[in-house]
C-alpha cells in the first residue's frame, strides 16, 4: 500500500479534523505535548481511522463505525457528576476509596484525596502534568513503536485524567475506584497513569457512568508496575450506548512483578479493549482475563499483545465471551517471546459460546516465538450449549430459560473466579445476571 | 551442553546442505525469450499449439497481473523478484512428444533415476507387484517428459496425462473446471500462474471408479533463471478416489529460483482425493544464498456431498516456502483434511498453513500441523478455519506444534478462527516448545548419540502426520526430515 497516498477522509475523519482545530488552543499543554498532539493527528490525517484493512482492526472496523464525531465534551459539573456516581453500582456494595475524572478531567473535589494520601497514594491531575516539565513523558507512547490508531486519537484530544502514585512498600488497604463520569454529551480522550513504587500493591476498580451521548470514549490506562509491586486491575465496560468504547492499556512490569485483570464487557454497541503488556524485569507474571457478553447487532473485541522481552516471565490469559442475537465477538491474542527471553512461560485460552445462530466469533490467537527454551501453548474453543448438560438440568425441573442461565454463569465465571478478586466477584456476577435477563 | 571440539567437527563436516539432489542436468534445451510480456505468453502458448480460447484466458490473467501488486502480508522477506529477468519457457529439446520411454533423451532418464524415480523399472514390476504400482508423470523444467502407465490407466477410463496434452485431447473438461476452484484473479503468484503456466498434470477419475495405482508427479527445475509455473488439475466425478502423489527437487544454484504453482482439486458427491507432497526443493546453501522461492496456490473444492479432500505434505525445502493448501467445503457432510509437516533449517523461510472454509452443512474438518524449526530460520504456520452462517454443526479440529531447536531459530502460529454458525463446534490448540530436556536425557543415556536422539524425538514429534502419508512416501519422507535436520544440533 502507498503510505503516501492521500485517503479520502470519512465524515468522522472531517469531523475530527475539524475538531482539532477548533479544540488545540484549548487543549493542555507545553509546546513539547502539542507537537506531538501534532504528530498523533497527523496519523489520523494519513492513515484515517484504524480499519479492516490494518490486520489489529481486521474485525473490528472503527473508521466504518463511527459515523460522524461529536466535539469534546466540556467542564463537568460536580452536582451533577456527583449523583451520577451515586447512583452507579458496577462493583456492588464494597469498601473503597474513590477517585473521580469526569468529562476528561481530575475532580479532586469529589476524589477521597486526603484518605489515599494518608495511605502514601498521591493523586496528580494530568491536565496540569502536561503543561509541565513531565508532560511528554505522559503523553509520548511507554511502548516504542505503537503506532496504534486508537492511542494516536487520544494523545491528539487528550483532555486529562489522574496520576495514582503508590508510594513503594506500600499495600492500599481498600480498594481504590476509577469512575469515569460523563455529566454531559460529548467525546471524551482521558489518559490515566497508575505508578506502583517497589512492593507496593493496589488493587484498581475501573468503571463509568453516565452518557457521551455520540462521543466516543477513548482511555488510555499506563500502568508502571515497579520491582516487587502487584496489581490487580478490574475493568467494567458496560451500559448500552452507541458510542464507540475506546479502552488501551499499556503495562509496564519490572522483576518479581505481577499484574492481574479482568476486562469485562456487556452492553456497547461498539467496544475494543486493547492491552499492550511488556516484561521488562524477569521474574514477573501477568495474568489476563476476559469477560465479554454481546448482544444485539453489537461489536466487542479483546485484543491483546504481550511482549517477552527479558527472560523467566510467566503470562496467561483466559478469556470468556458469550454471544447473543448478531453481535460479534473478537479475540485478538498474541504473545512475542523475544530471542533472548529464555524459560518463558506462556499460556493463552479463549472460549466462545454462542447463544444464537446469528452470532459470529472470531478468534485469533497468535504466538510469536524467537526463544527456543520456551512452555507457550494456545487454545481456542467456540461452539453453542451443549445440549446434554441443558437436557439434565431441565430432566431435574429446571425451566430452559433458567438452565441456560446458569450454564451462561458457569461458563463466565470459570474466568471470574479464576481471577480470584473476591471483593468483585459478587458485583460481575450481578452484571452477568443483568444482562442475561436483557437477553 | 558443553560444546566439545569433537562436536564442533562433526558438525562442521555435516553443512547444512545435505541436499543431495544438487545436480545440475546438462541437456540442451529451448528458452523462449526472457521477461513478462503478451509476446511472451502469446509465445508460450503458441509453443504448446494451444487453442485460441486459452491463449486468451492467459491475457487476461497478464492483464489483471499487471494491475497487481505483491503481497506482503506474509513473514518471508527476500529481495523483490525481477519477474522480467525470467525465462517463462524452458524445455528439455528432445521433447516432441515422447511414444514411450526409449524414446527420451537417455540423461533426462539418468536425471530421474538419480532422483529415485525408477520410470522403467516401475514398468517391468508392473505385473509383479500390481498393488504397488505408482504411474508417474514427471514435469523436467516446464514441461512434462513422460507419463507412465498411461494405457492401463486409460482402461479403468482415468485420464492422466499432462495438462497441455488435455487441453489438445479434452479441452472441454479442462474450460469446464480450470480456475473454477483457483480463480484467475485469486492472488498475486496464482494470477501469474495462469498468464504464464507451462505444464503440469491433469487428472480425471470418472464416476464410481476408484483408481488402480497411485498417480505421482515429479517436478525439477534445472535451467537457470527460469521460472517454473506448473498447474495441476484432478477432477473426481462421483465416487471416484484417487491418490496423487507430488515430489519436488531442483539444482543447487546461487541465485534464486522462482516456483509459482497452482493446484486445483474438484471433488463432486461422495468422491474422495487424497493429495500427497514431499517438497524438496534446493533450501539454499548454508549462508542462505540460492535456494527456490516456493509460492504456490493449492485449493480443493469439496463441491459434492460426503466428498472428502485429504492434503498431507512434508516440506523441507524451498528458502521461502508460501503455501496454504486450502479446502472449501461446499457439500453436505463433506470433509476435509490437512496434515503437515515443515521443517526448516538455515536460513529457510516458511509461511505455511491451511485454510477450511466451511459452506456445507455437516462439514467437518481437521489440522494437524507440525513446525520444526532449527537453524536460523524462521517457521510460521498460518490457517484460517471459518464456518459461514449455513454451515450448522459444522466442525473443527485444529492442532499445531511447534518445536524449536536451537536458539536463532522463530516458530509462529497465526490462526485465524471465524464462526458464524452456533452450532459449529470449534477446537484449536496450539503449543510450542523445544526439545525436552528428560527427552535427550534418557535417549543419551540410552546410547543414542544427540543426533540420533533428535532424530528419533522428531520422528516421534511428527508421526501423527507420517501415519498419513502413502507407504512409498512415508520412508522417504522420515530420511528427508532426518537429514533436513543434519547439523541443527550440537
Same mark, same amino acid.
Not at chain 1, 512475542?336 to 454462542?354: P, R, S, Y
Given at each position: ?84 456516581? $451515586? ?89 481504590? $475506584? ?19 513504587? $517497589? ?65 469485562? #464487557? ?21 495474568? #489476563? ?79 510469536? #516465538? ?16 451443549? $445440549? ?52 | ?45 503458441? =509453443? ?44 528439455? =529439446? ?39 504400482? &505408482? ?102 466425478? =462421483? ?26 482439486? &474438484? ?10 507432497? &514431499? ?63 515443515? &521443517? ?25 500441523? =507440525? ?120
Amino acid at each position: 500500500m502507498n503510505a503516501s497516498a492521500p485517503i479520502k477522509h470519512t465524515q468522522a475523519e472531517s469531523d475530527l479534523l475539524e475538531r482539532f482545530d477548533r479544540a488545540k488552543d484549548g487543549l493542555a499543554g507545553s509546546v513539547a505535548v502539542k507537537a506531538l498532539r501534532d504528530a498523533a493527528l497527523g496519523q489520523i490525517r494519513d492513515r484515517g481511522l484504524p480499519h479492516r484493512r490494518v490486520e489489529e482492526y481486521k474485525y473490528s472496523d472503527l473508521r466504518a463505525y463511527m459515523k460522524s464525531a461529536a466535539p469534546l465534551a466540556g467542564a463537568a459539573d460536580e452536582a451533577e457528576a456527583t449523583s451520577l456516581i $451515586e447512583t452507579q453500582d458496577g462493583f456492588g456494595d464494597i469498601d473503597r476509596y474513590r477517585i473521580v475524572v469526569a468529562n476528561g478531567s481530575f475532580l479532586a473535589g469529589l476524589s477521597d484525596v486526603e484518605a489515599l494520601a494518608s495511605e502514601g497514594v498521591t493523586l496528580t491531575s494530568v491536565a496540569e502534568a502536561l503543561a509541565g516539565e513531565t508532560g511528554t513523558q505522559l503523553v509520548a507512547s511507554p511502548k516504542s513503536g505503537l503506532t496504534d490508531g486508537v492511542v494516536a486519537l487520544n494523545t491528539a484530544f487528550l483532555q486529562g485524567g489522574v496520576v495514582i502514585t503508590v508510594k513503594s512498600g506500600v499495600e492500599v488497604s481498600k480498594p481504590v $475506584e476509577l469512575v469515569q463520569v460523563a455529566t454531559a454529551k460529548g467525546a471524551q480522550a482521558v489518559r490515566n497513569r497508575v505508578e506502583l513504587g $517497589e512492593g507496593a500493591k493496589l488493587r484498581l476498580l475501573e468503571t463509568f457512568a453516565g452518557d457521551t451521548g455520540e462521543g466516543e470514549l477513548n482511555t488510555v490506562f499506563d500502568y508502571d508496575i515497579a520491582d516487587k509491586a502487584a496489581l490487580a486491575a478490574t475493568r467494567l465496560i458496560v451500559g448500552k450506548t452507541d458510542a464507540a468504547q475506546l479502552f488501551t492499556t499499556i503495562a509496564t512490569l519490572g522483576a518479581e512483578a505481577e499484574l492481574k485483570s479482568l476486562g469485562f #464487557i456487556a452492553g456497547p454497541q461498539f467496544t475494543r479493549n486493547q492491552q499492550f503488556i511488556n516484561f521488562t524485569g524477569e521474574n514477573s507474571e501477568a495474568k #489476563i482475563y476476559g469477560v465479554t457478553m454481546a448482544g444485539g447487532k453489537s461489536l466487542a473485541d479483546q485484543t491483546l499483545i504481550v511482549d517477552h522481552v527479558v527472560p523467566n516471565c510467566n503470562s496467561r490469559e483466559f478469556f470468556k465471551t458469550v454471544l447473543d442475537g448478531e453481535a460479534k465477538g473478537v479475540y485478538q491474542g498474541r504473545i512475542n517471546v523475544a530471542q533472548h527471553a529464555q524459560k518463558t512461560d506462556g499460556e493463552m485460552m479463549t472460549q466462545a459460546l454462542l447463544l444464537s445462530e446469528d452470532a459470529e466469533m472470531a478468534n485469533k490467537p497468535e504466538l510469536e #516465538i524467537f526463544a527456543d527454551d520456551v512452555l507457550c501453548a494456545h487454545g481456542a474453543t467456540s461452539g453453542q450449549i451443549d $445440549e446434554d448438560l441443558l437436557f439434565y438440568l431441565r430432566a431435574r425441573g429446571i425451566p430452559e430459560d433458567e438452565a441456560k442461565t446458569l450454564l451462561v454463569l458457569a461458563f463466565l465465571s470459570e474466568a471470574i473466579e479464576e481471577y480470584g478478586e473476591d471483593d468483585v466477584t459478587e458485583g460481575l456476577e450481578a452484571r452477568v445476571r443483568d444482562w442475561l435477563a436483557d437477553h | 551442553m558443553p560444546a566439545v571440539q569433537e562436536t564442533i567437527d562433526k558438525v562442521k563436516a555435516i553443512d547444512v546442505d545435505q541436499y543431495k539432489y544438487g545436480f545440475v542436468t546438462d541437456i540442451e534445451s529451448d528458452r523462449g525469450a526472457k521477461g513478462l510480456s503478451e509476446e511472451t505468453v502469446r509465445f508460450l502458448s503458441a =509453443k504448446k499449439n494451444e487453442p485460441e480460447w486459452m491463449t486468451e484466458w492467459r491475457l487476461d490473467a497478464l492483464r489483471r497481473f499487471q494491475q497487481m501488486e505483491e503481497p506482503t502480508w506474509a513473514r518471508v522477506s527476500y529481495p523483490k523478484i525481477d519477474l522480467d529477468d525470467l525465462y517463462y519457457w524452458a524445455s528439455p =529439446k528432445s521433447v516432441e512428444g515422447p511414444k514411450s520411454l526409449d524414446e527420451v533423451d537417455p540423461e533426462l532418464l539418468a536425471t530421474y533415476e538419480k532422483l529415485g524415480i525408477p520410470l522403467q523399472e516401475q514398468e517391468i514390476l508392473a505385473g509383479v507387484e500390481p498393488k504397488n504400482r &505408482v504411474a508417474v508423470d514427471a514435469v523436467f523444467d516446464s514441461v512434462s517428459v513422460v507419463t507412465t502407465f498411461k494405457e492401463e490407466l486409460k482402461k479403468a477410463g482415468v485420464i492422466f496425462c499432462s495438462i497441455s496434452e488435455a487441453l489438445r485431447e479434452y479441452p472441454d473438461l479442462v474450460k469446464k473446471y480450470l480456475g473454477s476452484v483457483v480463480p484467475v484473479t485469486d492472488n498475486y503468484y496464482a494470477t501469474l500462474n495462469s498468464a504464464v503456466f507451462s505444464d503440469g498434470s491433469f487428472v480425471y477419475i470418472p464416476e464410481g471408479v476408484r483408481c488402480p495405482m497411485e498417480l505421482s508427479t515429479y517436478f525439477r527445475i534445472n535451467e537457470q533463471n527460469t521460472g517454473q509455473f506448473e498447474r495441476t488439475l484432478i477432477i473426481a466425478e =462421483k465416487g471416484a478416489y484417487v491418490s496423487y502423489l507430488e515430489g519436488c527437487t531442483a539444482p543447487q544454484r546461487d541465485e534464486n529460483q522462482l516456483h509459482a504453482a497452482v493446484v486445483e482439486l &474438484v471433488a463432486l458427491d461422495d468422491a474422495e482425493i487424497k493429495y500427497s507432497t &514431499v517438497q524438496n526443493w534446493f533450501p539454499g546453501d548454508k549462508d542462505g544464498k540460492g535456494g527456490i522461492y516456493n509460492f504456490v496456490t493449492k485449493r480443493g473444492d469439496c463441491r459434492g456431498k460426503n466428498s472428502k479432500i485429504s492434503w498431507t505434505q512434508v516440506e523441507t525445502g524451498s528458502a521461502i516456502t508460501w503455501k496454504y493448501p486450502s479446502c472449501i467445503l461446499r457439500g453436505e457432510n463433506s470433509r476435509g483434511e490437512f496434515y503437515s509437516i515443515a &521443517v526448516s533449517n538455515g536460513y529457510q523461510q516458511v509461511d505455511s498453513g491451511t485454510k477450511m472454509i466451511h459452506l456445507g452443512k455437516n462439514s467437518s474438518s481437521r489440522i494437524i500441523s =507440525k513446525g520444526i524449526s532449527a537453524g536460523k530460520s524462521q517457521n510460521t504456520y498460518r490457517g484460517l478455519v471459518s464456518a459461514h452462517r449455513k454451515a450448522s454443526h459444522a466442525r473443527n479440529f485444529t492442532q499445531c506444534d511447534s518445536l524449536l531447536i536451537g536458539q536463532d531459530c522463530g516458530a509462529h502460529t497465526v490462526p485465524y478462527i471465524e464462526s458464524k454458525n452456533a452450532s459449529a463446534q470449534f477446537e484449536h490448540e496450539a503449543t510450542t516448545s523445544k526439545i525436552s530436556d528428560d527427552q535427550m536425557f534418557y535417549c543419551l543415556q540410552r546410547g543414542l548419540s544427540e543426533e540420533e536422539a533428535v532424530a528419533l524425538i522428531v520422528n516421534g514429534f511428527v508421526k501423527d502426520v507420517i501415519q498419513q502419508l502413502p507407504m512409498e512416501f512415508a520412508v522417504e519422507a522420515q530420511k528427508l526430515i532426518s537429514i533436513s535436520l543434519e547439523g541443527s544440533v550440537g
